[in-house]
T-cell receptor, first 116, second 110 residues
Framework: EAQVTQNPRYLITVTGKKLTVTCSQN?????MSWYRQDPGLGLRQIYY???????DKGDVPEGYKVSRKEKRNFPLILESPSPNQTSLYFC???????????????FGAGTRLSVL | GQQVMQIPQYQHVQEGEDFTTYCNSS?????IQWYKQRPGGHPVFLIQ?????EVKKQKRLTFQFGEAKKNSSLHITATQTTDVGTYFC??????????FGAGTRLTVKP
């Protein structure tokens, strides 16, 4: 089954404790992206990757890191989480971003993160 | 910068009433996509519009792309409780940028 898998689904942590949220897709997609969703603010892009070893900042990259060493994986790293990073996080992928009809995004189930 | 404005933020309707959400961009879009997020779920792709003035229908849902390719709308006729959720538009630009609107959260009273 074609899917985007995020782990964990729920996470409660404390300020400053490094964490990683994993994202994996099995559709051979070139493009992957991370979003955070907060009430009233919609989906804000954190980082994206057009292909392996290519990553770029989105609109809200501060406090986050990513890597794209393999095509299927795009982990989100919070080196020193803070309470303002409490949010619902989504990973998404698409075949490509630069071709209409191939830029449809498939989302993971989401990771709800609470930083105390 | 490029951004997509979506209104309204919330809409509460009685079952059977119609619903419309609107998206607007200050610059021309190459395409626009619509997604639906059910409560507790993740966004799921509904449709993509590419051509100026394009209109597409999916059962009770009608999607329009403006003539100038700067705005779009999603209209639901005779809402049902299964329509509940948040509807997002996502505007694609020629520089390979894609921007999501803030979403419209629809609630339907039976």
């Amino acid at each position: 089954e074609a899917q985007v898998t995020q782990n964990p689904r729920y996470l409660i942590t404390v300020t400053g404790k490094k964490l990683t949220v994993t994202c994996s897709q099995n559709m051979n997609h070139e493009y992957m992206s991370w979003y955070r969703q907060d009430p009233g603010l919609g989906l804000r892009q954190i980082y994206y990757s057009m292909n392996v070893e290519v990553t770029d900042k989105g609109d809200v990259p501060e406090g986050y890191k990513v890597s794209r060493k393999e095509k299927r994986n795009f982990p989100l790293i919070l080196e020193s989480p803070s309470p303002n990073q409490t949010s619902l996080y989504f990973c998404a992928s698409s075949l490509r971003l630069d071709r209409v009809a191939k830029n449809i995004q498939y989302f993971g189930a989401g990771t709800r993160l609470s930083v105390l | 910068g490029q951004q997509v404005m979506q209104i309204p933020q919330y809409q509460h309707v009685q079952e059977g009433e119609d619903f419309t959400t609107y998206c607007n961009s200050s610059t021309t879009l190459s395409n626009i996509q619509w997604y639906k997020q059910r409560p507790g779920g993740h966004p799921v792709f509904l449709i993509q519009l590419v051509k100026s003035g394009e209109v597409k229908k999916q059962k009770r849902l009608t999607f329009q792309f403006g003539e100038a390719k700067k705005n779009s709308s999603l209209h639901i006729t005779a809402t049902q409780t299964t329509d509940v959720g948040t509807y997002f538009c996502a505007g694609g630009y020629n520089n390979n940028d894609m921007r999501f609107g803030a979403g419209t959260r629809l609630t339907v009273k039976p």
